[in-house]
């Protein structure tokens, strides 16, 4: 189940659920419910905070899919402009310089590997230092099965799709794929490895398993 929040509330005669836009759950309770009876609670809703969660996600999904594109865990709109100075630039929306659909998504994908090379490689070094580990290269790839790997000769290669989450999903890939320059299996060994360099790896792995399918166009 995705992250539960919750807030007790003087107003509330009764447990209130409420899923929120990131799919996220929200539990309301009287002020001085028991907090140890909510897991029960949530235990026998289960099923329907999940369909209400997948209706979330599909309302998320069918938004990105009319003009919105996500970029680091942010949702912009797309505009098409001219007369701007680079192919694509991004502020308060995606603005691509053409007047011609027919060419935009090349543009895009285009700026997205150039966005994920930038960013990637500067955080494979930034935790490869703190672990004081080595690799030979690193490749920006275009794979449809995996969000990262390490081959045999140390290279890590990443999906620049990748680029689409945000920074601390991408950070949990990262550490997990310099995890396997030493670990080449998940042991207990290898996630003790990728705990070293980034406690909070679990959430950011649940969420990238959630809505991993949310990273395209």
Not at 73 to 85: A, D, E, H, N
Not at 178 to 204: C, G, I, Q
Request: aromatic share 12%.
């Amino acid at each position: 189940m995705q992250s539960v929040t919750i807030v007790r509330s003087s107003k509330r005669k009764s447990v209130g659920i409420q899923i929120l836009p990131d799919a996220s759950v929200k539990v309301t309770i009287p002020l001085l419910y028991p907090k140890f009876f909510v897991s029960k609670i949530l235990k026998e809703k289960e099923e329907w905070i999940m369909a209400a969660q997948q209706r979330m996600l599909a309302q998320k999904e069918q938004k990105i899919a009319k003009g919105h594109y996500l970029y680091l865990g942010q949702t912009y709109p797309l505009q098409l402009r001219s007369g701007q100075k680079d192919l694509v630039e991004i502020s308060d929306k995606l603005y691509v310089a053409s007047m011609n659909e027919k060419f935009v998504k090349t543009y895009l994908v285009s700026w997205y590997k150039q966005q994920a090379r930038k960013i990637i490689v500067a955080r494979v070094n930034h935790y490869a230092k703190i672990a004081g580990l080595s690799f030979r290269s690193i490749s920006i790839t275009t794979a449809e099965t995996r969000w990262g790997s390490c081959s045999s000769n140390k290279t890590l290669n990443f999906n620049w799709k990748l680029v689409m989450a945000p920074i601390e999903v991408i950070d949990y890939v990262v550490t997990h794929e310099l995890a396997h320059l030493t670990e080449l299996n998940h042991s207990k060994a290898f996630w003790e490895t990728v705990r070293r360099m980034y406690p909070l790896y679990r959430e950011h792995r649940t969420w990238l398993k959630r809505y991993g399918h949310t990273l395209s166009f």
